[in-house]
């Protein structure tokens, strides 16, 4: 029956469907390496290029993600420099890892003639909508796909399996802290159903897991301390991000008490890390905001329809999902790219689903309906980028603003950004900046920030660069004076002067440092 259910939806329109898919992912790979240089790409591309210039990532350079994702960057950054070509194949290259464990599971297990082509093919291109801020490199692309590669060997079975499974989960804690939920549900899972069905404890599973994790675990701190600092790692990665979530002020209240006021207050108070209690509406607020809404409520349906007939790759992928929704709690704002990394596991939970029904014959068109608002903007933004790229337009400031500088910027200046973005030390190329940017100097400690003063009053840069006040860190107060004020949200950082304007094009501008 499901065979023939199959036929009757038609293999032609399967067919084209396929072949539109193929197409989508070779586009949505194309659009990552056209996209500009945008705030969290550049800055992991700077830490890993200043990494691989000294092989020192915590005393060089300040940041509280994890030395597995400056790790991982560095061989494609080695080989083609720190750009956004370098982020384009990093990003790529982690969803087709994805993609790859989602068609192999989906071969193996999903109901005869389902094809494993669509879910495989959608990984790689619903990352990229604009809804999602598919425009960054980010700790998050990584893990997704080590989250998928622990899912497949946990679904192997063999104790080496196992092993591998807990070290790529332990490891996952060096890209970024929460990212380890995923991964550690399902190992967890795994273990919660191996104890069900066998009625005992599987000791020599765990010891695996156990014995994987430690060995990574060693691994990479051993690293730490042979090549870095593992004081410099604990501070930045753990109490670090602590203390400026701790410190965090509360929202103010709402003004008004209209009904939908205090609804935007509520959901701005879900940043608030003095009411925990209010994390978990950031969950429905970012599936709806990031348009996969639609998709989780068409996975909900799958997998109410399943129940009773869960395998033992159901339980792990649900504690996937499970993992991803937590996750979402977690995350320190409201971003919406953190929600991508549900499109795997729900994916691949509909790509399992039964075709006997009638009302579930037409899933893969149904895929595609609730997933065409991310498409459609995928290929708005593909365009904007194609029409950008052949008329040589720069898209973002940066991009001009380098073009502007190419002609008058000595190599070996240094540059002071006072923004989020340090795509213009990629760009020129410039040295490093200090190690604390100016973007975190408001949230790291008085004896850090005062390094940062030091630093600069012993090395004025050679050049400052921002934008508009709105989207500046750090302002210029009085340009013109002998001695020019960087005037920083927290404190002040002083600076030999006088830096007049250089270039500007309306969204950023370049200051050089006069001659004294």
């Known amino acids: 029956m499901e065979n023939s259910d199959l036929r009757a939806a038609g293999p032609g329109g399967r067919r084209g469907l396929a072949i539109t898919l193929v197409l989508l992912a070779l586009l949505s790979l194309a659009v990552r390496l056209v996209q500009p240089l945008w705030p969290d790409t550049s800055v992991y591309l700077l830490h890993t290029r200043t990494w691989l210039e000294t092989g020192n990532r915590y005393s060089d350079s300040h940041d509280s993600k ?40 989906l071969r193996r297990r999903a109901p005869a003639g389902r094809s494993p082509w669509l879910p495989a093919a959608l990984v790689v291109v619903l990352p990229v909508a604009p809804s999602l801020w598919g425009d960054s490199l980010r700790p998050e692309n990584y893990a997704t796909a080590l989250a998928a590669v622990v899912l497949l060997l946990g679904h192997r079975g063999t104790r080496g399996a196992f092993c591998a499974a807990g070290a790529l989960t332990a490891a996952t804690f060096f890209l970024k802290s929460v990212l380890i939920l995923p991964p550690a549900l399902i190992l967890t ?68 008490t209209g009904l939908t006021a205090r609804a935007l207050a509520l959901y701005k108070a879900t940043d608030d890390p003095h009411r925990p209690w209010l994390m978990p509406l950031k969950i429905p607020a970012t599936l709806i905001r990031s348009g996969m809404a639609p998709l989780f409520l068409l996975a909900l349906v799958m997998i109410w329809r399943t129940v009773g007939r869960w395998s033992a790759l159901h339980a792990l992928i649900g504690c996937w999902i499970l993992g991803e929704l937590f996750k979402l709690g977690l995350e320190y704002r409201r971003w919406m790219y953190p929600a991508a990394g549900l499109i795997p596991p729900l994916l691949l939970w509909i790509g399992l689903a039964p075709t006997g029904p009638r009302r579930v014959r037409w899933l893969p068109e149904l895929t595609m309906l609730v997933v065409l608002p991310m498409l459609v903007g995928l290929l708005a933004h593909a365009g904007t980028l194609a029409r950008a790229r052949l008329t040589g337009a720069p898209l973002g400031p940066y991009e001009e ?23 213009l030390h ?15 100097a408001a949230m790291v400690n008085p004896a850090e920030r005062g390094a940062l003063q030091r630093t600069i009053q012993a090395s004025p840069p050679d050049w400052l660069v921002g934008r508009e006040l709105a989207y500046t860190a750090i302002h210029l107060d009085d340009p013109a004076s002998p001695t020019v004020k960087v005037i920083e949200r927290v404190g002040e950082l002083c600076l030999s002067g006088p830096y007049p304007l250089v270039v500007t094009n309306g969204s950023a501008w370049a200051r050089h440092r006069a001659p004294p």
């Open 66 to 105: 994890g030395p597995l994702l400056i790790w991982l960057s560095a061989p494609v950054v080695r080989l083609v420099g720190a750009g956004a070509p370098a982020a384009g194949l990093l990003r790529g290259f982690a969803a087709l890892v994805t993609a790859g464990v989602i068609w192999t599971l």
């Open 189 to 256: 899972g795994l273990l919660v159903h191996r104890t069900w069905t066998h009625r005992r404890i599987p000791w020599a599973d765990a010891g695996a897991m156990a014995g994987g994790a430690l060995l990574a675990v060693g691994l990479i701190l051993g690293a730490l301390a042979a090549t870095d600092s593992l004081p410099d790692w604990w501070r930045q990665t753990v109490t670090w991000p602590a203390e400026y979530r701790q410190a965090a002020p509360s929202p103010a209240p709402a003004a008004t």
């Open 401 to 423: 603003l380098a073009g502007q500088l190419r002609d008058i910027y000595r190599p070996g200046e240094t540059l002071l950004v006072l923004d989020n973005n340090y795509a």
């Open 426 to 440: 990629l760009l020129l190329p410039a040295p490093p900046p200090p190690p604390v940017l100016s973007l975190h």
